[in-house]
């Protein structure tokens, strides 16, 4: 069973940079492909982006192009998600979540508990 | 990016109820369509994936049907345990995206 623990809530005035991480548990992440939803307060899930193993890259949302990157240290077999440039839009709960590729695209099948991570002045 | 459009995007009905919700492909996605579920506070849980199949542990009383551009989530006797948030995700293409939700509450 794969397991997805996140690091705690943030606050971060705008302009500024987080940087969320994701542990695994439970396989390696070599094992497994990790991607990045966020979800706004009150609002639905939007996909960040994450590794495409068809392709062997890590791939972004057009949204988030050159403010955002995902990294692994599989050492620890954790997952990184950065957003620099931060604005009050980027308050959201973030979550980092396994996919099972399906086709060309892929569906959520292990998710973390999601961060928290407010912007504000 | 293909457009996903669920309704109603807020449902009351009462346990033992049979409801039905729908999602709204804006092109052809040839059952490359997922369904999960968020309780409030939580994360999504994927509940059915290939708009049909199952995810293992997931009750029997939720089902998946459709094709072509539309699709449904049928639970067919609501248990008090339902109460959430229902998203439909497409993955036909990237970047996979998803409906807007819909809440379903307590008649």
């Known amino acids: 069973q794969v397991q997805l623990v996140q690091s705690g809530a943030e606050v971060k005035k705008p302009g500024a940079s987080v940087k969320v991480s994701c542990k695994v548990s439970?396989?390696?992440?070599?094992?497994?492909?990790m991607h990045w939803v966020r979800q706004a307060p009150g609002k639905g899930l939007e996909w960040m982006g994450g590794?495409?193993?068809?392709?062997?890259?890590?791939i972004y949302a057009q949204k988030f192009q050159g403010r955002v990157t995902m990294t692994e240290d599989t050492s620890t077999d954790t997952a990184y998600m950065e957003l620099s440039s931060l604005r009050s839009e980027d308050t959201a709960v973030y979550y980092c979540?396994?996919?099972?590729?399906?086709?060309?695209?892929?569906?959520?099948?292990?998710w973390g508990q999601g961060t928290l991570v407010t912007v504000s002045s | 990016d293909i457009q996903m459009t669920q309704s109603p995007s807020s449902l009351s009905a009462s346990v033992g109820d049979r409801v039905t919700i729908t999602c709204r492909a804006s092109?052809?996605?040839?059952?490359?369509l997922a369904w999960y579920q968020q309780k409030p506070g939580k994360a999504p849980k994927l509940l059915l994936y290939?708009?049909?199949r199952l995810e293992s542990g997931v009750p029997s009383r939720f089902s998946g049907s459709g094709s072509g551009t539309d699709y449904t989530l049928t639970i067919s006797s609501l248990q008090p345990e339902d109460f959430a948030t229902y998203y439909c995700?497409?993955?036909?293409?990237?970047?996979?995206?998803f409906g807007q939700g819909t809440k379903l509450e307590i008649k």
């Open positions: 590794f495409d193993p068809e392709d062997g890259e890590t």
């Open positions: 979540a396994t996919v099972e590729v399906a086709g060309m695209g892929y569906y959520f099948d292990y």
């Open positions: 290939a708009a049909s």
């Open positions: 092109q052809g996605i040839s059952n490359s």
């Open positions: 995700q497409q993955y036909y293409s990237t970047p996979g995206t």
């Open positions: 439970g396989y390696t992440l070599t094992e497994l492909s």
